[in-house]
């Protein structure tokens, strides 16, 4: 059962990480596919218990659920003192603070 349950996550990350870099590539073009896909991508996280890797940590609103593209629609500000990146959604005008180094 253990070998089964393995198996299944990681058909269930490859889904993710699938679905997260067409969320990605569309987010300029059709928004509405893109907030679908990142819809499907949280159900199946939350379906099988997965945490996000280090690549979708900070890439999607916590908040309005969108994929953050810095320069697009968020802004990225470093603040070295205190090793903090700060995400500012320019949908929802929400922060998101992660601690790096």
């Known amino acids: 059962m253990e070998r089964k349950k393995g198996i299944v996550e990681r058909i ?3 889904r993710v990480a699938i679905l997260f870099s067409m969320a990605e590539k569309c987010i300029a073009t059709e928004p509405e596919l ?5 819809n499907i991508l ?7 218990h997965l945490k996000p890797d280090s690549r979708l940590k900070g890439r999607i609103c916590k908040h309005c659920h969108v994929v953050l593209v810095p320069g697009f629609n ?3 500000r470093i603040r070295s003192s ?3 990146v ?4 320019s949908k929802c005008k929400s922060d998101m603070r992660i601690l790096y180094g």
């Not at 700060?86 to 959604?89: P, S």
């Open 86 to 89: 700060a995400y500012t959604c």
């Open 12 to 14: 269930a990350n490859e």
């Open 42 to 48: 949280e159900h199946i996280m939350k379906h099988y």
């Open 34 to 38: 893109s907030a679908s896909y990142v």
């Open 82 to 84: 205190s090793k903090i």
């Open 74 to 76: 968020c802004t990225v």
